[in-house]
C-alpha cells in the first residue's frame, strides 16, 4: 500500500463532541492513514473510540494507527505510532507482524531516522515544522532537514507540526509523502469544512 496523501490525527479535547462525525468528514474527502492519539489513561474509553474509528475506517478502506499504544494496537490487530519515549520498536514489530504499519518519530535527526529504518520502521516523522497549538514544546524541524532526509531515507516521510492548507505545499515540494494533520484539519467548525480540506490537502499531491 502506498503511503502518500493525508495523514488525519485526532484530538480528543479538539474533537469532544463531534469526534466520529468529524472524522468520517474527513475519511469521505480522503485519508491515507489515520491515527488515534489520546493522551489520556482512561483504557475503556480508549478502547471503545479506538474501536469505533475502527469501524469507520473499514468502511472507507483507510489503514488505523494507534498512538503511543502497541498494545491496544496488536488488540485491534492495526498500525501503531512511536516516539522516541514510547518504547523500543523492535518488539513492537514482533507483537504487530511484518505487515503492520509501524511509525516512528524522529523529530528533525536524520539518526533517528537511519535507526528506525534498521529497526523495522514503515515510515518516519520529522516536525514540527511550524508552530502548532496542540504541542508547542515539539523539537522543531526544517525544510532543509526535509531535503535531506529525501535524499537519505528510503521510507516515506510524514510530516508535522501546525501544518495548514497555507503552509503545506513547500513541505510536499520538499519530499513530504504524509501530511500529518491535526488542528489544520478538525479545527474546522463543521463537517462540511472537514471534508473540503481533506480534499484540498490531498490534492497538493496530486501533480
Ligand atoms: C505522524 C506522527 N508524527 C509524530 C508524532 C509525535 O509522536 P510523539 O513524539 O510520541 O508525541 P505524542 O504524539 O505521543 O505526543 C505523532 N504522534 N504522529
Ligand atoms: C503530535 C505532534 N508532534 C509534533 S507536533 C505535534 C502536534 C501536531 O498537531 P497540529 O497539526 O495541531 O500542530
Ligand atoms: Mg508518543
Known amino acids: 500500500m502506498k503511503l502518500r496523501g493525508l495523514y488525519a490525527i485526532t484530538d480528543s479535547q479538539l474533537l469532544a463532541g463531534r469526534f466520529l462525525s468529524h472524522v468520517e468528514a474527513a475519511l469521505e474527502g480522503g485519508v491515507c492513514l489515520l491515527q488515534y492519539r489520546d493522551k489520556s489513561d482512561d483504557a475503556a474509553r480508549r478502547l471503545r473510540e479506538a ?6 475506517c473499514e468502511r472507507y478502506g483507510t489503514q488505523l494507527l494507534i498512538n503511543d499504544d502497541a498494545e491496544l494496537a496488536a488488540r485491534l490487530g492495526v498500525g501503531v505510532h512511536l516516539g522516541q519515549t514510547d518504547g523500543p520498536l523492535t518488539p513492537s514489530r ?6 503492520a504499519i509501524i511509525g516512528s518519530t524522529c523529530h528533525a535527526s536524520l539518526e533517528l531516522a537511519a ?9 518516519v516523522a520529522f516536525g514540527r515544522f511550524f508552530n502548532s497549538v496542540t504541542k508547542p514544546g515539539a523539537p522543531a524541524a526544517n525544510v532543509e532537514l526535509l531535503e535531506q532526509a529525501r ?5 516515506p516521510i510524514a510530516v508535522i507540526g501546525g501544518i495548514t ?6 513541505l ?7 501530511l500529518a494533520v491535526i488542528h489544520g484539519l478538525f479545527g474546522a467548525d463543521s463537517a462540511q469544512e472537514v471534508t473540503r ?5 490531498n490534492a ?3 501533480s
Open 115 to 123: 535507526q528506525a529504518a534498521s529497526e523495522g520502521a514503515s515510515y
Open 197 to 201: 480540506r481533506a480534499r484540498a490537502f
Open 51 to 56: 474501536e469505533g474509528l475502527m469501524k469507520l
Open 165 to 170: 492548507l497555507d503552509n503545506a505545499a513547500p
Open 94 to 99: 514482533a507483537l504487530l507482524g511484518r505487515r
Open 204 to 206: 497538493l499531491f496530486a
Open 172 to 178: 510536499v515540494a520538499h519530499g513530504a509523502d504524509l
Open 151 to 155: 535524499a537519505q531515507v528510503k521510507l
